[in-house]
C-alpha cells in the first residue's frame, strides 16, 4: 500500500506563487507514476501534471509555461510549484500515485483570488 499526504495549498493573489507537497509513505518502490489533479466545483477530476519514476513529466496545456512537477527521491516526496496562477485554477488538488494500483491524497485547497 501507497500513502499520500499532500500540504501547501491555500489562498493567493491572481499572478502569485503557491508550492504544493505530496510525501508518500509505504511501498514506494513499486510506484510508476505520480501525478496532480484538480477538481473545482461542478468540473470532473482533471489531469494537471504528472512524472514518471524515470522523471519524464507532462502538463495539461492549461498549465504549460506556469506549472512545474518535481520530484526528491530522498525524501519520497513529489512538488507542483505554480507559478503566474489565475482564477480559474481554483480548485481542490489531490496528488495521485500509480503502482499498480492507484492511491489518492486527501486533497488541498488551492484559492486564487482575481
Known amino acids: 500500500q501507497v500513502q499520500l499526504v499532500e500540504s501547501g495549498g491555500g489562498l493567493v493573489q491572481a499572478g502569485g506563487s503557491l508550492r504544493l507537497s505530496c510525501a508518500a509513505s509505504g511501498n514506494i518502490f513499486s510506484i510508476n507514476v505520480m501525478g496532480w489533479y484538480r477538481q473545482a466545483p461542478g468540473n470532473q477530476r482533471e489531469l494537471v501534471a504528472a512524472i514518471t519514476s524515470g522523471g519524464s513529466t507532462n502538463y495539461a496545456d492549461s498549465v504549460k509555461g506556469r506549472f512545474t512537477i518535481s520530484r526528491d527521491n530522498a525524501k519520497n516526496t513529489v512538488y507542483l510549484q505554480m507559478n503566474s496562477l489565475k482564477p480559474e485554477d481554483t480548485a481542490v488538488y489531490y496528488c495521485?500515485?500509480?503502482?499498480?494500483?492507484?492511491?489518492w491524497g486527501q486533497g488541498t485547497q488551492v484559492t486564487v483570488s482575481s
Open positions: 495521485r500515485a500509480l503502482y499498480g494500483k492507484i492511491a
